[in-house]
């Protein structure tokens, strides 16, 4: 089992509603010790208030750590890194890290940063959350007061990215693995189908979405997801990495990429031929879930180095479309091409 602690990445405008997300997180933690670090500033109010209700023992004022030098994914090396390094050096370590961005950050470097050598050992991206104001988006905006989020930027000198907001809110949904379409209550049941359908037209395929008023959300939703995103790069570039070709980003190190197959008809051929493309193509990391003819839950499949896991961990839901997706991790370059030609053979040896 992984001693990583695991780290959620809260990401989303001004005003989307972020800090009512993590206040209603941490007075549901559940006994879990969260550590927080907020990036946001301004007048937002945020200070050690947000910890009310959650509890000394889960939640405490030296949890809470507060960067307010500039939007986080451009002082990464300054702030953050070493930040996440102090935090890693306590005794008492955290059973949970949630982060707290800045309206204007853009996610995708601050999740390459979890690969950096000083902190990839011991800290896991959980996930990446993205909130989104239901409400501004039904008005035609991307935020309730953009005037608010433009005055932000003008006031972050550290900022080294000029992306325009449209721009911005795609990044931000783009590199999510779960999006919480806020304030819900505030949009009639006609605008909210049309806005989620622009919002689903941004999201990478597979990322959850979930409806939420005042930030409720099931903590459970938010906190386990699992997905190691700093090894689930793919798919996730902003607009600032495709302009100029990914400079600008060092320790990027590991390649990954993930593939699709249908329906695979026996699960141990298709762990066996896992274990052959590992061993043969030196992958570090496999994981994902798969689809086995004949079995009414999905196959849950972990692989570090030579050690390979499978379970089966929940019934496959109504309309859920039953296929295998798989996400490979290795040093750069990977072969993706004879690494997906070999996890293939297991799905066209199910269609012989």
């Known amino acids: 089992m992984s001693t990583k602690i695991p780290t959620t990445v809260i990401t989303g405008f001004l005003g989307a509603g972020k800090t009512t997300l993590v206040r209603h997180m941490l007075s549901h933690a559940k006994g879990k010790r969260i550590a927080l670090i907020i990036n946001e500033f301004g007048d937002i109010g945020v200070d050690k208030s947000i ?50 961005t800045s309206g204007l950050a853009l996610p995708q470097p601050l999740i390459r ?16 959350v993205t909130v989104v104001d239901a409400a501004a988006l039904a008005e035609g905006r991307f935020a309730s007061d953009e005037a608010a989020v433009d005055a932000q930027r003008q006031a972050d000198d550290m900022l080294d990215h000029e992306t325009p907001l449209g721009e911005l809110f795609e990044d931000q949904l783009v590199a999510a693995d779960l999006v919480v379409l806020n304030k819900t209550d505030l949009v009639g049941v006609e605008a ?30 938010l906190l386990g997801l699992g997905v190691g995103s700093e090894d689930d790069l793919e798919g ?12 600008g980003h060092e320790h990027d190190d590991f390649d990954s990429f993930s593939l699709r197959m249908p329906r695979i008809a026996g699960k141990d051929a298709l762990l066996k031929t896992i274990e052959e493309t590992i061993r043969t193509h030196d992958v570090l990391r496999l994981k994902g879930f798969a689809a086995i003819d004949g079995a009414p839950a999905r196959l849950a499949i972990q692989a570090v180095g030579p050690r390979l896991t499978a379970y089966f961990d929940r019934p496959w839901a109504d309309g859920e479309t039953r296929e295998t997706a798989l996400v490979v991790i290795g040093e750069s370059p990977l072969d993706r091409a004879a690494i997906t030609a070999s996890l293939e053979r297991a799905a066209i040896a199910a269609a012989a």
């Open 51 to 100: 910890l009310a209700g959650c509890g000394d023992e889960t939640c405490r004022e030296e949890d809470m750590i507060e960067l307010a030098n500039g939007c986080i994914c451009c002082t990464v090396a300054d702030d953050f890194i070493p930040t996440m390094q102090a935090l890693l050096e306590r005794e008492d370590r955290p059973d949970h890290i949630v982060i707290e």
């Open 113 to 128: 940063a979890f690969n950096w050598p000083q902190i990839k050992a011991q800290v896991t991206v959980d996930g990446v």
């Open 236 to 247: 996730r570039e902003s607009h600032h990495e495709l302009e100029h070709d990914g400079e």
């Open 192 to 221: 909210l189908g049309q806005v989620e359908n622009r919002v689903r037209a941004e999201m990478r395929p597979g990322t959850g979405i979930v409806r939420a008023a005042n930030g409720h959300v099931d903590v459970a939703a």
